[in-house]
């Protein structure tokens, strides 16, 4: 495992709207954790904020006790240059692509001991990958195998926008996608494609990909057209799509990225902002099943017989 000293990274490493046929599945009992669960975090527009949903997401579920790796795989490099422009330098997920790589060697550990990260990487090559899936499908499988043999409970994949190419093999790959949206009005259109989109993976390619849930980012609320949005979209997708909790549109989240951080490492007590993450990973956890076993489930090695 490499390290790479920056501000987050530890310091010795540094038409018509119709609303699809979907549904999200909640389990009624949560299971202790057996594999590894891979979530991504895709969106069909630009702009909505996946990648602080990402790293803010993905701080949040570490600070909860979950082993957590955050994957870049959005070829502006978006959840590296988040944190710093030394990750330009690191090798990443592009490079597993298309060399002969394996995923350990491309981990970066931070400060917080349950949180990894692996960069974009060399994303240059994004523009060399084959327009046919397949070219990359395999790469793909290859290093969620690989991951699966390593001690993470949840990987977080930041997607660049669009289900298409890359990323429609990437999300049909997944456990589970979480669709930020922007709350303004031309985001309801997309929100409905996407949704379609995956719905498609499922019945036409057999993938077993299951939606956590659609998040409404940059809510305003104070702004009657972003909450108009909010209540449209309630009207629209299924009760259990559209998750309770939303992200506002908050300055903090700007400065956080400025400084390299997640929002709950930017001020000596943790602002408003970074608890809205906090509840957004309790809310997300049993939607992708991720229990810890109580303390009388646990299983002890006592020092003597």
Same mark, same amino acid.
């Given at each position: 495992?490499?390290?790479?000293?920056?501000?987050?990274?530890?310091?010795?490493?540094?038409?018509?709207?119709?609303?699809?046929?979907?549904?999200?599945?909640?389990?009624?009992?949560?299971?202790?954790?057996?594999?590894?669960?891979?979530?991504?975090?895709?969106?069909?527009?630009?702009?909505?904020?996946?990648?602080?949903? +990402?790293?803010?997401? /993905?701080?949040? =579920? %570490?600070?909860?006790?979950? @082993?957590?790796?955050?994957?870049?795989? !959005?070829?502006?490099?978006?959840?590296?240059?988040?944190?710093?422009?030394?990750?330009?330098?690191?090798?990443?997920?592009?490079?597993?692509?298309?060399?002969?790589?394996?995923?350990?060697?491309?981990?970066?550990?931070?400060?917080?001991?349950?949180?990894?990260?692996?960069?974009?990487?060399?994303?240059?090559?994004?523009?060399?990958?084959?327009?046919? +899936?397949?070219?990359? /499908?395999?790469? =793909? %499988?290859?290093?969620?195998? @690989?991951?699966?043999?390593?001690?993470? !409970?949840?990987?977080?994949?930041?997607?660049?926008?669009?289900?298409?190419?890359?990323?429609?093999?990437?999300?049909?790959?997944?456990?589970?996608?979480?669709?930020?949206?922007?709350?303004?009005?031309?985001?309801?259109?997309?929100?409905?494609?996407?949704?379609?989109?995956?719905?498609?993976?499922?019945?036409?390619?057999?993938?077993?990909?299951?939606? +956590?849930?659609?998040?409404?980012?940059?809510?305003?609320?104070?702004?009657?057209?972003?909450?108009?949005?909010?209540? !449209?979209?309630?009207?629209?997708?299924?009760?259990?799509?559209?998750?309770?909790?939303?992200?506002?549109?908050?300055?903090?989240?700007v400065k956080a990225s400025t400084h390299g951080v997640p929002v709950a490492l930017l001020y000596h007590k943790l602002p408003p902002a970074a608890l809205v993450f906090d509840q957004l990973a309790a809310e997300l956890e049993p939607r992708l099943t991720l229990q810890k076993l109580a303390y009388g489930e646990r299983e002890f090695t006592r020092l003597l017989d």
């Amino acid at each position: 495992m490499r390290t790479v000293p920056y501000a987050f990274i530890c310091p010795e490493a540094q038409a018509d709207l119709k609303p699809p046929k979907f549904s999200v599945s909640i389990p009624g009992q949560l299971v202790k954790v057996l594999l590894l669960i891979t979530l991504a975090i895709t969106s069909q527009k630009g702009g909505v904020g996946k990648t602080t949903v +990402a790293i803010n997401l /993905a701080h949040s =579920l %570490a600070c909860r006790g979950w @082993q957590t790796l955050l994957i870049d795989s !959005d070829p502006q490099n978006s959840v590296g240059l988040s944190l710093s422009e030394k990750t330009r330098r690191c090798p990443g997920y592009y490079d597993f692509l298309h060399f002969n790589c394996d995923v350990d060697e491309l981990i970066i550990p931070t400060r917080l001991p349950e949180l990894h990260l692996v960069t974009a990487g060399l994303t240059e090559t994004f523009f060399k990958l084959e327009p046919d +899936a397949s070219h990359y /499908a395999g790469a =793909l %499988a290859r290093m969620l195998g @690989q991951l699966d043999g390593l001690n993470y !409970d949840v990987v977080l994949v930041d997607t660049a926008a669009g289900l298409m190419g890359h990323t429609r093999e990437l999300v049909r790959q997944s456990d589970y996608v979480l669709a930020p949206q922007q709350s303004e009005p031309l985001g309801i259109r997309s929100i409905l494609q996407l949704l379609e989109g995956i719905s498609l993976l499922k019945s036409d390619e057999g993938s077993a990909v299951e939606l +956590a849930g659609v998040l409404l980012t940059m809510v305003d609320p104070r702004g009657e057209e972003s909450l108009e949005v909010a209540r !449209d979209l309630r009207r629209l997708v299924p009760g259990d799509v559209l998750l309770r909790t939303s992200i506002p549109r908050e300055q903090d989240f700007v400065k956080a990225s400025t400084h390299g951080v997640p929002v709950a490492l930017l001020y000596h007590k943790l602002p408003p902002a970074a608890l809205v993450f906090d509840q957004l990973a309790a809310e997300l956890e049993p939607r992708l099943t991720l229990q810890k076993l109580a303390y009388g489930e646990r299983e002890f090695t006592r020092l003597l017989d």
